[in-house]
């Protein structure tokens, strides 16, 4: 029975009421955190209605019942110990700083995840302490996130301030036994079940049968794949991910011969036609979102939604657009390998998984050897995001960053050199190359925190998003590269491909699908005007490298998991990777699997929204084993190591 006695303002209890107390005062918190992430993100799960919310909740109670218990686990041994100097004074403010530091971290991953959700459009997961090795200048970045959002440090004190309160309202009520070893003893069978119960709680059920829950089990507490992370807390995504591996091996189809029949990604050159030897410029810019372009947006008269692009849109009416091209991920570590080497972002980036020594094709080594001279231009600082390894890995003969830019007053002081001196540095850098020459840039301003040169100050115009401004002005430094481009000889001998990272949040609501928030421009362009027109079949990144190496007559087989663009016979998809689905676009349809089981198919040209799922009124077939095929040739060649021919 409680027995409750008020002491110096506090509550003493028997000492299993204080912790059960204490665990449900976590779950509150971790309640309240999920109810911040749908308060500050609500345009991003626009299908949550009350009804479905609540149903959200209950089913992150398993997720935080899970994590809490990992979290827990030494605090929760050193509270049941059974010898009586635990109710110590000096003990129990021991227990109470475990208690504050390992719970004020994950209360901390929950609320950091409000924002960086934005970005990557998933929970944050294990990978993410191999992405922060990966730059070089995060100190600085994590102090600027939290200059900017000054609110997600303000929430993390005051909640740590009330769990410190609502910690210490109940403690222990002390008791003796006169033979302190029976006390022991008495304690033994509570350590049993605790540890037993624990178990349960950590693995989300109590059955034989019952696997420990992963995250795609909150699949089944949703309507649609994006809001799986509502379910979800950010400490449970990174126990579950913590050592997992990327690429594992998958059985859909028995034997190589029926997979290869079904999809191979070994390219046998369409033409035998003489190799042509045009330079190759990609020019990947950062956080373009297909939303940001108004020439791919003209249903939108308000010009707060189209006025961000002048330049690129005049650009893509000289130019061939695919107007329906997506991002293979959400981050910039997936664009690279995606765009120079045709290997989609699919479970987790290629060059922080635990395959990225892996030998592949790329277009600078296969170029490279062709006689090309190959380089890649990114402002930021060497090292940054680890784009200076994985160009080795990749191939390219020289990367140019900051440090070989060399003028420090032009650093923006947070991500690297501006883009208009840079992208200039850049046009200077390929006139210096023999031709042929391949070269990749990625363009750094347009980026949080959103700010433009200090001389350019009002000159672009602000919009609803904070970084529409920022994608103006790199589009203003986009058109001074080309402005010193076209004087140079060998521009009209020049293939431009021009396309983005990947995609960011807008105000237009359309982009808030999960198939829309990977929307990018992809343009390909040629100098002395040859290239025109408007495809609106489905384009991806990995599409990139094959239509490249097909334009150019390149003359041997590689392996590539995009199509040739340029080719209409070829049978285009687009796929991704979105809380942990695969999400596969095939004509209008988008099809979603989850754990290698189908869970849901829409009809996105006659439901946009992706509101009607219409598993088992429809089948695609063809479609299903087509994406199943890509799956299994991706993950078993990359666990085997066979990205290249001869392997």
Known sequence: MLKLRF?????????????LYRFLVLMAFYSLCRILFYAFNPESFPKVTFQSFLTIMRGGLMFDISALLYLNALYSLLFLIPFQFKFNTWYQQMLKGLFMISNGVGIALNLIDIIYYRYILKRTTASVVDIVSYDADNPKLIGRFFYDFWYIPTLLILLLVVLSLAYSLLKPKPFRFRNPVVYSLSVIPVLILFAGLSVIGMRGGWRHSTRPINMNNAGAFVNAPEEMALVLNTPFCIFRTWGKKAFVHKTFFASEEELNKVYNPVRVPDSTGTARKDNVVIIILESFSKAFVGSLNPQYPDPRD?????????????????????????????????????????????????????????LASLLGVQGYQTAFFHGAPNGSMGFDAFTKIAGFQKYYGRN???????????WGIWDEPFLQFFAHGMDQMKEPFYTTLFSVSSHHPYEVPEKYQGKFPEGRNPIDKCIHYTDYSLQKFFDTARKMPWFKNTLFVITADHSVDSDIMEYYTSVNRFAIPILFFKGDGSMKGVDSGLAEQIDIMP?????????????????????????????????????????????????DKLNAIYNRKDDPELQKNLIGKIDLIREQQLMKAIIQQFNNRMADNRMVIGK
């Open 306 to 362: 189209r006025s961000y692009t002048p330049f690129l849109d005049s650009l893509i009416h000289e130019g061939l657009v695919f107007n329906n091209a997506f991002a293979n991920g959400r981050k910039s570590i997936d664009a690279i390998p995606s765009v120079t080497s045709s290997i989609p972002a699919l479970v987790l980036p290629y060059v922080i998984s635990e395959r990225s020594g892996n030998k592949i094709n790329s």
């Open 404 to 414: 070989e830019f060399g003028n420090e007053a032009d650093f923006d002081g947070v």
């Open 7 to 19: 002491n110096s303002k506090k509550y003493e209890a028997n000492e299993y009421l204080v912790l």
């Open 547 to 595: 239509t490249i190496l097909s334009y150019l007559n390149y003359p041997y087989p590689y392996v590539a998991f995009g199509t040739n663009l340029f080719d209409p016979a070829k049978r285009r998809f687009a796929i991704n990777f979105i809380e942990e689905s695969y999400q596969f676009l095939s004509g209008d349809y988008a099809i979603y699997m989850t754990d």
